[in-house]
Every structure is written in structure tokens, then in C-alpha cells.
């Protein structure tokens, strides 16, 4: 397993838009945050491009993290916001420098295709708070846990038990991510492998018929049914048809791995809502479902 340093003041960190287009108004509280942990930003050429929806054109996009991944003096890369579009330039992207300088990439949701790029590698990475997000209400203690993550390479969240939560205890690397881009990534070169791993999964704006399709190609996938553990972060903004599904999502869920005896731990802070924390996907974790929180604790 590859474990990138972590940070320390005076390092240079890169900040890249590799999918969504994004306005400079929107990172100024991020910026002046990592300028008080004593970080340099080096900014992407085209951070602030656009090119319709995207921050710029693919080629554009792919040049800014290409840079960022190949300069040896940027010890970690933030993308900006997620979105839509990273999947597009995954394949022309060139991750063979972070085996010999490996470095942190942070980010969440569309960034999810990365990460299982990185997680090929046996390369740890942040599933975290993006810098769009450092302007939000309330925002303080998700920025504290990704500033832990990053300068003292530790962390531990906790979450309220739910009634369905399926208690017992378990420890293997945390894959995963946003749902819809797990799914995205059958039969691609960065198919997400989860065998033997803890789970995770989180995802806002969706349909419940669609998120129940979702999980039922997972497993028909066979991506459910050798796990260590089921995490479940954040589904909110869920939606539901003129003819309700009829379940909750917990429901929806646990009916989905019903036949499996691994631990499920629901209400995890983690995905599009306030707070966020952070996570180091890859890492070897221990997870207790329990009363009346359920755990988890990332080795050192």
C-alpha cells in the first residue's frame, strides 16, 4: 500500500477543476484557509475555464491534473468541485508519477472515478471536502477533519445508531464513494474491487427506483456479497415516483444485502451534506456497528 506524507507547512499544493466549471468568487474562503495552514496553491492554468458545463475543454481539463500530478514540488491536489466530467479524460491521464511521488488527491462525488483509479494503484486517497464547499454554513468542523487527515495522517468519525444498522465489527481498506460513479465504472479499466474491502457508499439527488437499480447491479456485479462491511454515508435529496418505491432508503438497502452477515453501519456524515468529513479511502480501517454510535478508526 502506497501512503503519500502527509503535509507540512511552507509545502506547494495543487488546485485543479477537472470537472465541473467553477468560479474563482467560489474557492476564495479555500484559498485563504490553506494560506493559515501555511500552504503555497499552485492554480491550474485553466482552473477558472469553461467550456459549456465543463472548466474548460477535455484537453484543458486533463492538462491542468496531468501538471499537478507530474510536478514533484506539489505534495497534494485539491479538485475544486466534482460534478461531471472527470470520467472523460480518466483514461488519457498519466498516474504513473505518483508511484514515485506519491502525493494526497482530495475530493469527492464525480471525483469517486478517480479515486478507484488511485485505489488500482494501491494508492491511498481522500475522500474529502472540496474547496467549493469551505464557504458553507457550519462548515468548520468538516474543514477540521480533513486538515487532520492531511497534517497528522489520523482520524476517526462516529455516527448515531439507526434500527436497521446490522451491529458487529470488521476491519479491511475502504473502497468506494458516490454510488452512481461505482456503478459507472463496470467493465472499465477502473472497475471498483471490493472484495474483502469495507464499503462505502453516499449519494444526493437521485430517484430511490434508480438507487435500488443501482445497488441490484452492484450485485448482480457480485460487488456485494464479499465485503467486510457495508458503510452508508449520506443519501439525501432522495426522490421518489408517482407510485412510491415503498421503502425507505435503509430500507432499500438493507433489503439488498439481506442474505449477507456483514456489519452495516448507517448515518455516516459523509457525502453532499454539511458536515463532511473526510476519509482515507485505501486504508486499512476498523468499523464498529454498535449501540448507541457505530465507529470507525483509521490506522496510523
Same mark, same amino acid.
Not at 42 to 49: I, W
Not at 86 to 102: E, G, H, K, V, W
Given at each position: 500500500?502506497?501512503?503519500?506524507?502527509?503535509?507540512?507547512?511552507?509545502?506547494?499544493?495543487?488546485?485543479?477543476?477537472?470537472?465541473?466549471?467553477?468560479?474563482?468568487?467560489?474557492?476564495?474562503?479555500?484559498?485563504?484557509?490553506?494560506?493559515?495552514?501555511?500552504?503555497?496553491?499552485?492554480?491550474?492554468?485553466?482552473?477558472?475555464?469553461?467550456?459549456?458545463?465543463?472548466?474548460?475543454?477535455?484537453?484543458?481539463?486533463?492538462?491542468?491534473?496531468?501538471?499537478?500530478?507530474?510536478?514533484?514540488?506539489?505534495?497534494?491536489?485539491?479538485?475544486?468541485?466534482?460534478?461531471?466530467?472527470?470520467?472523460?479524460?480518466l483514461d488519457d491521464l498519466d498516474l504513473s508519477a505518483l508511484r514515485r511521488t506519491p502525493k494526497w488527491i482530495i475530493g469527492f462525488s464525480d471525483i469517486t472515478a478517480l479515486h478507484l483509479a488511485l485505489n488500482r494503484m494501491d494508492l491511498e486517497s481522500i475522500h474529502g471536502f472540496m474547496p467549493v464547499q469551505f464557504e458553507y454554513m457550519n462548515a468548520s468542523s468538516s474543514i477540521k477533519s480533513l486538515e487532520k487527515l492531511l497534517f497528522e495522517?489520523?482520524?476517526?468519525?462516529?455516527?448515531?445508531?439507526?434500527?436497521?444498522?446490522?451491529?458487529?465489527?470488521?476491519?479491511?481498506?475502504?473502497?468506494?464513494?458516490?454510488?452512481?460513479?461505482?456503478?459507472?465504472?463496470?467493465?472499465?479499466?477502473?472497475?471498483?474491487?471490493?472484495?474483502?474491502?469495507?464499503?462505502?457508499?453516499?449519494?444526493?439527488?437521485?430517484?430511490?427506483?434508480?438507487?435500488?437499480?443501482?445497488?441490484?447491479?452492484?450485485?448482480?456485479?457480485?460487488?456485494?456479497?464479499?465485503?467486510?462491511?457495508?458503510?452508508?454515508?449520506?443519501?439525501?435529496?432522495?426522490?421518489?415516483?408517482?407510485?412510491?418505491?415503498?421503502? $425507505?432508503?435503509?430500507?432499500?438497502?438493507?433489503?439488498?444485502?439481506?442474505?449477507? $452477515?456483514?456489519?452495516?453501519?448507517?448515518?455516516?456524515?459523509?457525502?453532499?451534506?454539511?458536515?463532511?468529513?473526510?476519509?482515507?479511502?485505501?486504508?486499512?480501517?476498523?468499523?464498529?456497528?454498535?449501540?448507541?454510535?457505530?465507529?470507525?478508526?483509521?490506522?496510523?
Amino acid at each position: 500500500m502506497i501512503r503519500p506524507p502527509s503535509l507540512n507547512p511552507g509545502d506547494a499544493v495543487g488546485l485543479v477543476a477537472p470537472s465541473r466549471t467553477i468560479a474563482e468568487h467560489q474557492v476564495k474562503t479555500a484559498l485563504g484557509t490553506f494560506q493559515a495552514w501555511g500552504l503555497e496553491v499552485v492554480k491550474g492554468k485553466h482552473l477558472f475555464g469553461q467550456h459549456g458545463y465543463f472548466a474548460g475543454t477535455d484537453r484543458q481539463r486533463l492538462s491542468d491534473l496531468q501538471e499537478m500530478i507530474n510536478n514533484d514540488r506539489v505534495k497534494a491536489v485539491f479538485c475544486a468541485r466534482g460534478g461531471y466530467g472527470i470520467t472523460r479524460i480518466l483514461d488519457d491521464l498519466d498516474l504513473s508519477a505518483l508511484r514515485r511521488t506519491p502525493k494526497w488527491i482530495i475530493g469527492f462525488s464525480d471525483i469517486t472515478a478517480l479515486h478507484l483509479a488511485l485505489n488500482r494503484m494501491d494508492l491511498e486517497s481522500i475522500h474529502g471536502f472540496m474547496p467549493v464547499q469551505f464557504e458553507y454554513m457550519n462548515a468548520s468542523s468538516s474543514i477540521k477533519s480533513l486538515e487532520k487527515l492531511l497534517f497528522e495522517d489520523r482520524g476517526m468519525i462516529e455516527a448515531e445508531s439507526h434500527a436497521l444498522d446490522r451491529h458487529g465489527k470488521a476491519e479491511g481498506q475502504v473502497v468506494g464513494g458516490n454510488l452512481s460513479l461505482l456503478v459507472d465504472s463496470l467493465g472499465t479499466a477502473s472497475e471498483v474491487q471490493t472484495a474483502g474491502k469495507l464499503l462505502f457508499l453516499e449519494e444526493v439527488d437521485e430517484y430511490l427506483y434508480k438507487i435500488d437499480r443501482m445497488l441490484t447491479q452492484l450485485k448482480r456485479a457480485q460487488k456485494l456479497d464479499r465485503l467486510e462491511g457495508l458503510v452508508i454515508g449520506d443519501f439525501s435529496q432522495m426522490k421518489d415516483t408517482q407510485i412510491p418505491l415503498g421503502m $425507505s432508503i435503509e430500507e432499500l438497502i438493507m433489503d439488498r444485502v439481506k442474505e449477507y $452477515s456483514y456489519p452495516v453501519a448507517f448515518n455516516f456524515a459523509i457525502g453532499h451534506e454539511i458536515p463532511n468529513y473526510s476519509i482515507p479511502l485505501m486504508r486499512n480501517t476498523s468499523l464498529e456497528v454498535g449501540q448507541p454510535m457505530s465507529k470507525m478508526t483509521f490506522d496510523s
